[in-house]
């Protein structure tokens, strides 16, 4: 395969699409970004009041804290799977998917573009909850590194979730469908609330086939120190599935599949 004229890498074209996807959020920054952060502030604010002083401790933590970094990948995970998503599905009822499928860009640079602005939108999301959980709560976080590594590792799976969704996707509300019946019920029964050795045995064996729950049990770690399965397990599932998606999302943009007419 010969070289292109600008090299093996279109930095330019890269770039460029990167920077729309970002720039996507950015310009709507108080849907994209500031209503993620009011919903997880409910979400910690509600179930403290409701259950939190009676609950008692889990892990040798307090409610409140034990949630905290469930909600902070929840959140994470669905902004980055909503950003990538939503820019396909957008592009594909507007008719206008052609303008990024035309520019001299590789499926990998198509996925890498794509990926860049879900990423981007997730780590925002995570920091913020983050330093959230560390002023208001007094959450001092126990493994900074191991909590970035898998809010990056949950931003590019989601990312890359979201860009299979959006290519099978063709109305708003098949999307949508994908949305409340896949990706949320995954993210609820993952352990954001819990631990799962709450769960019966059976729902726990399910559950350690879901790379969700080592993305939250992930960050959990990270931010308490506290977990249900070794996360360095949980750190090879979640980039073994991240790949294994990102592959296939990479099929897809490779030969056009439910996008070329």
Known sequence: MSERRFGRVNWLGLYTLARREVMRFVVVWTQTLLAPLVTAALFLLIFNLAIGPSRGEIMGRPFVHFIAPGILMMTVIQNAFANVSSSIVISKVQGNIVDTLMPPLSAFELILGYMAGGVARGVIVAVAIGLGVLVFLGVEIAHPLWALVFVLLGSAFMSAVGMIAGVFANKFDQMAAITNFIV??????????????????????????????????????????????????????????????????WAMFRTGYRLKA
């Not at 049990?217 to 360095?232: C, E, F, I």
């Open 184 to 249: 949320t019920p995954l993210a609820f029964l993952s352990g954001t609330f819990y631990s799962v050795e709450a769960m019966p045995e059976l729902m726990q064996k399910i559950t350690h086939f879901n790379p969700i729950f080592y993305l939250i049990d992930g960050v959990r770690y990270g931010v308490l120190g506290v977990s249900d399965s070794n996360p360095v397990l949980g750190l090879i599932v979640c980039a073994t599935a991240t790949f294994v998606i990102a592959g296939t999302a």
